[in-house]
């Protein structure tokens, strides 16, 4: 079963740094197109990063841009979400999702992807 699974969420203070993880059950990060996206209460699911099935190629959302870097560790089979100089609006639950093969774009929707994680949580204290 594709799973992605998500953890490394929590309590950070503004301008600080976190580092999710987005372990790849049942799948492999060499044929599988990776992404977080986040959502915040009362807001659409949107897309923040994400990076290639070959690992060459990666994109970004505008507001998280120069801040957050995605990466993964194929041996590992995992993905990762860099979050720097987090700001009060960073807050969201953060998502991992896949979707086989495919192409990155920094305009994606969440219908792009077919398997989602549970999702993990990240609070931003001032």
């Not at 699974?5 to 990776?34: D, K, P």
């Not at 896949?98 to 929707?109: N, Y």
């Amino acid at each position: 079963q594709v799973q992605p699974v998500e953890s490394g969420g929590g309590v950070v203070q503004a301008g600080g740094s976190l580092r999710l993880s987005c372990a790849a059950s049942g799948f492999a990060l060499i044929t599988y197109t990776m992404a977080w996206f986040r959502q915040r209460p009362g807001k659409e699911r949107e897309f923040v990063a994400a990076i290639s099935y070959s690992g060459g190629s990666t994109a970004y959302a505008d507001s998280v841009k120069g801040r957050f870097t995605i990466s993964r560790d194929v041996a590992k089979n995992t993905v990762y979400l860099q979050m720097n100089s987090l700001k009060p609006e960073d807050p969201a639950v953060y998502y991992c999702s896949g979707k086989l093969l495919g192409t990155v774009t920094a305009i994606s929707s969440p219908n792009d992807y077919n398997y989602w994680g549970q999702g993990t949580p990240v609070t931003v204290s001032s």
